[in-house]
T-cell receptor, first 113, second 117 residues
Framework: AQSVTQLDSQVPVFEEAPVELRCNYS??????LFWYVQYPNQGLQLLLK??????LVESINGFEAEFNKSQTSFHLRKPSVHISDTAEYFC???????????FGTGTRLKVLA | GAVVSQHPSRVICKSGTSVKIECRSL??????MFWYRQFPKQSLMLMAT?????????EQGVEKDKFLINHASLTLSTLTVTSAHPEDSSFYIC?????????????FGPGTRLTVT
């Protein structure tokens, strides 16, 4: 069975510091990988995704994630965070051949001034 | 990007009543729509998948008769929580996909917070 693990439920970090949000998955078949962000009282917004090709993918607001097949990981990083990055971040996998997303439990990023 | 709306954003109802939540794709035709449930501080759990004009496919453990899903058009899906009880209180989120490929992005609505008193 597929699963997604986000070990860190909360990550506090000071503004302009770097951050890494960890995501590991398990699946018996190939998957697509996603990071979604959820701001308070809002729905999920796609941050970035890996479908194929380069294992390093980037978002428009400075986040990046690297697909590591051997470690079955898709960690999210940002070299310098802003207060506005405070939100809940969800890692998700989509198994090839299905529509079904499996979400992790989320990591609450809190950026401190 | 594609926009998905949900109505209402919040609803409070009494135990035993039914509540209908609408999910609309505003600027695209959604071949498939999805309904998720999110408990506080937990992840999203897929409840069901629906294609326009056909019956929804429910995930294991989700009561079909309690959570009625109708996907009447390519831009509208509804979730009706029948005979709601306090344990049905949750955040319900829909998403929609318009592509023919399975890896096509799902666009999420802003969610509906249901409180059953």
């Amino acid at each position: 069975a597929q699963s997604v693990t986000q070990l860190d439920s909360q990550v506090p970090v000071f503004e302009e510091a770097p951050v890494e949000l960890r995501c590991n998955y398990s699946s018996s078949v190939s998957v697509y990988l996603f990071w979604y962000v959820q701001y308070p009282n809002q729905g999920l917004q796609l941050l970035l995704k890996y479908l194929s090709g380069s294992t390093l993918v980037e978002s428009i607001n400075g986040f990046e994630a690297e697909f590591n097949k051997s470690q079955t990981s898709f960690h999210l990083r940002k070299p310098s965070v802003h207060i506005s990055d405070t939100a809940e971040y969800f890692c998700a996998v989509l198994q090839w051949g299905t529509y079904k997303y499996i979400f992790g439990t989320g990591t609450r990023l809190k950026v401190l001034a | 990007g594609a926009v998905v709306s949900q109505h209402p954003s919040r609803v409070i109802c009494k135990s035993g009543t039914s509540v209908k939540i609408e999910c609309r794709s505003l600027d695209f035709q959604a071949t498939t729509m999805f309904w998720y449930r999110q408990f506080p501080k937990q992840s999203l759990m897929l409840m069901a998948t629906s294609n326009e004009g056909s019956k929804a496919t429910y995930e294991q453990g989700v009561e079909k008769d309690k959570f009625l899903i109708n996907h009447a058009s390519l831009t509208l899906s509804t979730l009706t929580v029948t005979s709601a009880h306090p344990e049905d209180s949750s955040f319900y989120i829909c998403s929609a996909s318009f592509g023919g490929a399975l890896e096509d992005e799902q666009y999420f609505g802003p969610g509906t917070r249901l409180t059953v008193t």
